[in-house]
């Protein structure tokens, strides 16, 4: 079953993609907050998540990670990354800039050897205080599951009337190669239509703006956990390499997981 992360600060969890990762949950803890609507996210449909609609505050967010670091560095086992991500989109925060200033500060100071990383859906990069601090983490990750807009409805569901994948890789282009882009893959069925972004037309569109935002980086996978939409299908690892083979062929770092 999908389930919501009940907890401001949550983990350590053993990450495919970064490590030994803390992760931070800027959203409510019985709540989802996206502008997303993804068919695979594991924590459930919007709608079914309609607790208290409140951020947490930028004060809790920086106590309780103070103390979980200050733990895990007493025990020894400091995290290799602290993530944003959590019950929604972290980017959507009103104090998100500052928040990662704050979480900059406590790193530097309790767990220098740490990354930063932001799980990122990529639909507040209109706004300049997200960018901003986009520019100052470690590891900005910003999601695009698809290079056609029909396909991203339908997978991704975004919330935004105006929502165009042309728009947001111009935004993405405006990063300069500083950032880590993240694509899931995936098929299936949802409601009367077929999911499959990994067929040639599709994946040859995706590679041709990949080559366009020209990332330091990408991050290809497949489900892994519980999704809402019972009918999708794990991509094969196999696959997912064949793929992966063609990003590199880019001159561009991409790692499966």
């Known amino acids: 079953m999908t389930a919501l992360f009940e907890d401001v600060i949550f ?5 495919r993609r970064l490590g030994l990762s803390l992760g931070v949950n800027l959203l409510p803890v019985h709540a989802k907050i996206c502008s997303f609507d993804c068919i695979y996210c594991e924590c459930g449909w919007n709608a079914e998540r309609r607790g208290e609609m409140r951020f ?14 200050e733990k895990m560095v007493g025990e020894g086992t400091p995290p290799d990354v602290v993530t944003f991500a959590g019950n929604g989109e972290p980017t959507m ?6 928040i990662i200033d704050d979480t900059i500060s406590l790193r530097d100071r309790l767990a220098p050897s740490a990354k930063i990383s932001v799980l990122s ?3 507040q990069l209109h ?19 698809s290079a056609f807009d029909e396909t991203v409805q339908c997978v991704n569901q975004p919330r935004q009337a105006h929502y165009t994948v042309a728009d947001v890789v111009a935004r993405m282009q405006e990063f300069r190669g500083e950032m880590i882009l993240q694509t899931m893959f995936l098929r299936g069925e949802y409601g009367d239509k077929v ?20 990332p330091r980086q990408v991050m290809i996978y497949s489900l892994d956990r519980d999704t809402p939409c019972q009918t999708l299908h794990r991509v094969a690892r196999e ?3 064949q793929i992966a083979d063609q990003v590199v062929a880019l001159g561009i770092v991409c790692s499966v997981a």
Do not use: M, Y
Request: aromatic fraction near 2%; glycine fraction near 2%; charge should be negative.
């Open 239 to 241: 696959e997912l390499q």
């Open 93 to 98: 925060h009103p104090d998100f800039e500052a």
């Open 11 to 15: 983990g350590p969890v053993r990450s």
């Open 195 to 214: 999911i499959d972004n990994t067929t040639p037309d599709e994946v040859a569109a995706w590679l041709k703006l990949v080559a366009e935002i020209r």
């Open 56 to 69: 947490n505050s930028r004060e809790e967010v920086r106590e309780r990670l103070a103390e979980v670091l």
């Open 127 to 145: 706004r300049a205080d997200v960018c901003r601090a986009l520019h100052r983490v470690d590891n900005n990750i910003l999601k695009l599951d």
């Open 121 to 123: 859906n990529a639909t």
